[in-house]
C-alpha cells in the first residue's frame, strides 16, 4: 500500500471552548495520510487512477469557512466525513494542531491523532 501525505496544511477554524475561539477563530495545522495503491497513476501518468490532494486541500478550506464547534475531535471527525465523501473508505491518518490554544502561560500546540479504516494488521503506518 502507498500513501499520499498532505504536511502542514494552515487552516483558520471557528473551533474552540471559550466564546471568542469560535466568535474570531484560530490558526490549527494539519496533517493528512491517505493510504492507497499508486501503481496504476504511476504508471499510466493519469490523474483520475488516484486520489487529488489539490481537492482535498479545496474541500477543507471550504469546510472551515462553514464550520463551527467546540473540540478540535468534533473538527477531526468533519475532516474525515469530507475526505471519506471525496475519496472513499481509504486509510486515512491525521494529526490535528491547535497551534495556540488559549492556556495562560502555555506558549506550546496542541494536537490530536486519529486513524480511520486503519490497520497495523494491514501494513498502513503513519510517517
Known amino acids: 500500500m502507498d500513501l499520499i501525505h498532505i504536511h502542514d496544511?494552515?487552516?483558520?477554524?471557528?473551533?474552540?471552548?471559550?466564546?471568542?475561539?469560535?466568535?474570531?477563530?484560530?490558526?490549527?495545522?494539519?496533517?493528512?495520510?491517505?493510504?492507497?495503491?499508486?501503481?496504476?497513476?504511476?504508471?499510466?501518468?493519469?490523474?483520475?487512477?488516484?486520489?487529488?490532494?489539490?481537492?482535498?486541500?479545496?474541500?477543507?478550506?471550504?469546510?472551515?469557512?462553514?464550520?463551527?464547534?467546540?473540540t478540535i475531535e468534533c473538527f477531526s471527525e468533519a475532516i474525515f466525513e469530507v475526505l471519506e465523501r471525496l475519496y472513499g473508505p481509504l486509510p486515512m491518518h491525521l494529526v490535528l494542531q491547535k497551534c495556540h490554544p488559549p492556556i495562560a502561560g502555555f506558549t506550546g500546540s496542541v494536537a490530536i491523532e486519529r486513524r480511520r479504516n486503519w490497520s497495523v494488521q494491514q501494513g498502513f503506518y503513519a510517517i
Do not use: M, N, P
Open 9 to 70: 496544511l494552515r487552516l483558520w477554524a471557528h473551533v474552540g471552548v471559550l466564546d471568542h475561539e469560535r466568535r474570531d477563530g484560530q490558526w490549527f495545522q494539519l496533517d493528512i495520510t491517505l493510504g492507497l495503491d499508486l501503481s496504476a497513476s504511476a504508471k499510466s501518468d493519469d490523474l483520475s487512477a488516484t486520489a487529488d490532494y489539490s481537492l482535498a486541500v479545496g474541500a477543507l478550506q471550504a469546510l472551515v469557512s462553514e464550520l463551527c464547534c467546540l
